[in-house]
Every structure is written in structure tokens, then in C-alpha cells.
């Protein structure tokens, strides 16, 4: 069933990835660098049980120490939507403003998703299109 916004359009909950990749919310620059080292993870998500405690990209990481903290690099601020948001409005907001992701929060803090806009804007990346990549890196054979 897909939810909708109270005007009957799609919202962020149709489109979220339902289980993104997360760290420890006491992750150390150096294990989120190593993180990053696969193409296709653009955005760590720290969590403490359910609760999202931050939300950090390459660029957060710079001139850090391996052995820091990450948590403290960036704020939650502008980086998390609520899973009933009009899907398309955020769509726009993200390709304005340059963002490809957003976890998808609830208003307790707790994360539900994550929002994983494509390259081209003009959609959202799929669970099916992650394990389809997934797939393709363990190569044939391999499960």
C-alpha cells in the first residue's frame, strides 16, 4: 500500500531505502573513511539502538583525526525528513539545494530510512536497486 500525503500524492515513506547501512554511534573518523571507501555509500548514519544520532558525508570527515569521534562532525539539522512529507516537494528541495540524501526520521528521532535521491534527480534509488548492486559486486555465484 502505498501512503500518501492528505492531498493523495506520494510521500517520503514510498521511497526510502528501509534498511540502510548504520554505524555505532561511537564510530571513529576512521571507520566511517573506511566506510566510504565503497562507491556507493554516500552518507554514514550513526545510531544509538534506534535512534539516529547523526548523519555524516566524505567532506565531514576532512582534517579529522582517524581516532576522533565522528558524531560530533556534523549536524542532524537539515539532513533528515519525516516519512510523511510530500515526496515530490522533497524532491525539488534536494535537487536545489544539492543534497542526494536524507534519513528519514520520525518525530521521536528514530530512523526509519533512508532517502537516497539518483545521480540524475529525476528519482529515488530502490531497496531493489541496492541489492541488485549488491548482487552484481558478490558476482555470479556468490551469495
Avoid: N, Y
Avoid at 583525526?65 to 539539522?77: N, S, T, V, Y
Amino acid at each position: 500500500m502505498t501512503a500518501v500525503a492528505g492531498d493523495g500524492r506520494p510521500v517520503v515513506a514510498d521511497a526510502m531505502l528501509h534498511a540502510p547501512t548504520v554505524s555505532a554511534p561511537g564510530a571513529t573518523v576512521g571507520e566511517l573513511r573506511r566506510l566510504f571507501t565503497d562507491d556507493h555509500v554516500h552518507a554514514a548514519l550513526l545510531v544509538d539502538a534506534t535512534r539516529l544520532v547523526a548523519v555524516l558525508d566524505r567532506g565531514d570527515l576532512a582534517g579529522a583525526a582517524e581516532g576522533d569521534a565522528a558524531a560530533g562532525l556534523a549536524p542532524l539539522e537539515g539532513r533528515t525528513v519525516g516519512p510523511g512529507e510530500d515526496l515530490e516537494q522533497v524532491r525539488l528541495r534536494m535537487v536545489a539545494q544539492g543534497i542526494r540524501r536524507l534519513a528519514v526520521v520520525d518525530d521521536g528521532g528514530a530512523l526509519l530510512g533512508l532517502l537516497c535521491l539518483k545521480r540524475s534527480g529525476s528519482g529515488f534509488c530502490s531497496d531493489d536497486d541496492v541489492a541488485a548492486r549488491a548482487a552484481e559486486r558478490r558476482g555470479p555465484g556468490v551469495c
